[in-house]
């Protein structure tokens, strides 16, 4: 999974799977959490948000998971998708204004 | 309904030289942030705006200066470029809305910006 200051992680999966992208985060005052996709050339984009009074959220095929004893976040996307493919950040937010992202995860689909 | 735009996309600037990059969006966004990405350090704030004429520092404002001076706009000017300040950057804006908990940041295409 990612983490600041690691090397970009990657991902290989086959079309039609499931991903589970990682990531953990240091601060634990931090209260708020999002997932961004990020295509090559592209700006970020959101993809799902998650408060720290929540352990789980579900949107359109992925789902994030929060685990605060261990200060760890996980992405689900079910039944990958070649336009998956992308750079997936996470970021999380402790002061309302300011975010900070982790390194990224490198996901290819394998068609 | 643009979005948030970012003007130039290429730059290439010499050290020593300044220059304004420009971000506008047209959501009436309250919230409004620049980034920097370097290969393998993810994005880091630079600076943020939470409405017209309040500007904060981020992570990494040093070599940078921005301003507010309409909800639309949010340029970032590089006083003196440096090599170090070469990477892509992001301008991003969101909505901040009283009871709201949803923080959707919308991100600009990005400006390139080499300095030799």
């Known amino acids: 999974g990612e983490s600041v200051g690691l090397h970009l992680p990657t991902l290989s999966v086959q079309e039609g799977d499931n991903s589970i992208i990682n990531c953990a985060y240091s601060n634990s005052a931090s209260d708020y959490f999002i997932w961004y996709k990020q295509e090559s050339g592209k700006g970020p984009q959101f993809i799902i948000d998650i408060r720290s009074n929540m352990d789980k959220r579900q949107g359109q095929r992925v789902t994030v998971l929060l685990n605060k004893t261990v200060k760890h976040l996980s992405l689900q996307i079910a039944a990958t998708q070649p336009g998956d493919s992308a750079v997936y950040f996470c970021a999380e937010n402790s002061a309302g204004n300011q975010f900070y992202f982790g390194t990224g995860t490198s996901l290819t689909v394998i068609p | 309904n643009a979005g948030v735009t970012q003007t130039p996309k290429f730059q290439v600037l010499k050290t020593g030289q300044s220059m304004t990059l420009q971000c506008a969006q047209d959501?009436?966004?309250?919230?409004m942030s620049w980034y920097r990405q370097d290969p393998g350090m993810g994005l880091r704030l630079i600076h943020y705006?939470?409405?017209?004429?309040?500007?904060d520092q981020g992570e990494v404002p040093n070599g940078y200066n921005v301003s507010r001076s309409t909800t639309e706009d949010f340029p970032l000017r590089l006083l003196s470029a440096a090599p170090s300040q070469t990477s892509v950057y992001f301008c991003?804006?969101?909505?901040?809305?009283?009871?709201?908990?949803?923080?959707?940041?919308?991100f600009g295409p990005g400006t390139r910006l080499t300095v030799t």
């Open positions: 705006s939470v409405g017209a004429g309040i500007t």
């Open positions: 991003a804006s969101s909505y901040v809305g009283a009871g709201e908990w949803s923080y959707e940041q919308y």
């Open positions: 959501m009436n966004h309250e919230y």
